[in-house]
């Protein structure tokens, strides 16, 4: 069991950890060898065709995925709208003191006791 072959080699670490899994996976013998350049598997020299040709089903199997591009967000911009909306209640001073919306109690429409009492017909909420 002296002799050894590489089978594959990567910088990619997880490359080599996935496909020792993939041997592992079918009791080939082998080893994972770490230096600086990057990782390798090495295989007892009779096992080396038969762990070449299952890497290489690996790989047919699963392709790499490439990144899928992000897609660019265009914000608009808010001002006009914003400006707009301003413009409107400057030009009518008394629409907040409308009897109309002050009847609806549309300013305390944020709160749930305002929710119960404008879905109620106006009713309090039950003690």
């Known amino acids: 069991m002296n002799d050894m072959r590489v089978v594959f080699d990567s ?9 020792a899994l993939v041997l592992a996976s079918l009791q080939i013998p082998h080893q994972l060898v770490d230096d600086d350049a990057g ?3 090495v295989v007892p020299a009779e ?8 890497l290489r089903l690996y790989d047919q199997e699963n392709p790499p995925q490439r990144p899928r591009k992000l897609k660019t967000v265009v914000y608009q ?15 009518s001073p008394g629409l907040l ?4 919306l002050a009847r609806t109690g549309w ?5 749930t006791v ?3 009492a404008l879905a109620s017909g106006g009713e309090p909420l039950p003690r």
Do not use: K, M, Q
């Not at 096992?47 to 299952?54: G, M, T």
């Not at 808010?78 to 030009?91: C, E, K, M, N």
């Not at 003191?97 to 109309?100: E, G, H, K, V």
């Open 47 to 54: 096992y080396s065709a038969r762990a070449l040709d299952e």
């Open 107 to 111: 300013l305390l429409a944020g709160s």
């Open 97 to 100: 003191a409308s009897p109309i």
């Open 11 to 19: 910088r990619n670490r997880r490359a080599c950890a996935d496909r």
């Open 114 to 116: 305002s929710w119960f």
């Open 39 to 41: 990782c390798a598997l």
């Open 77 to 91: 911009n808010a001002v006009p709208g914003v400006v707009h909306t301003l413009s409107l209640f400057a030009r």
